[in-house]
């Protein structure tokens, strides 16, 4: 199996994890999958607001937003897509949920990989299944329960 991660920092986020740490956090998703390819993208509120107002209608910045790579029939590559994940907010919301800040980006960077993977959270019944993984990964790599 190989994961090809490509993570990209738009600005500097002190407090962002290092690219090994979302490698493990990726491995956890992928250890059967075989190879993948994917994109980790950092940003700010700005950039977070205009992806969430762009491509789902919300004027407002996302914690996590997910784009499934789309490619061409005939086109057999194990590229997966992008995950965009707001910096600030994670800090944010890890501070008002008091839980540990690494713990928030790793089930963020899950839940992101859950739905390029096809997980979703729309109806209740695909909600509990996508929580009882993330739930599951998560343990596995000593986290405790996000929804605790």
């Not at 762009?54 to 914690?63: E, L, M, V, Y």
């Amino acid at each position: 199996m190989a994961i090809e991660l490509d993570l990209q920092r738009a600005g500097h986020f002190a407090n962002a994890p290092a690219g090994e740490q979302f490698e493990t956090w990726v491995s956890a998703v992928l250890q059967s999958r075989g190879d993948a390819e994917l994109t980790i993208r950092l940003v700010g509120r700005e950039e977070s607001r205009t992806l969430n107002h762009t491509f789902r209608g919300k004027d407002r910045a996302t914690n996590v937003l997910s784009f499934p790579a789309e490619l061409p029939d005939g086109v057999d590559i194990p590229l997966l897509g992008d995950i965009v994940i707001c910096a600030p907010l994670v800090e944010q919301e890890a501070l008002e949920q008091g839980k540990p800040v690494e713990h928030h980006w790793a089930h963020l960077t899950l839940h992101g990989l859950l739905h390029l993977l096809g997980y979703d959270h729309v109806e209740e019944s695909d909600a509990k299944e996508m929580e009882a993984l993330e739930t599951s990964l998560l343990a596995s790599l000593g986290i405790s329960d996000p929804y605790a």
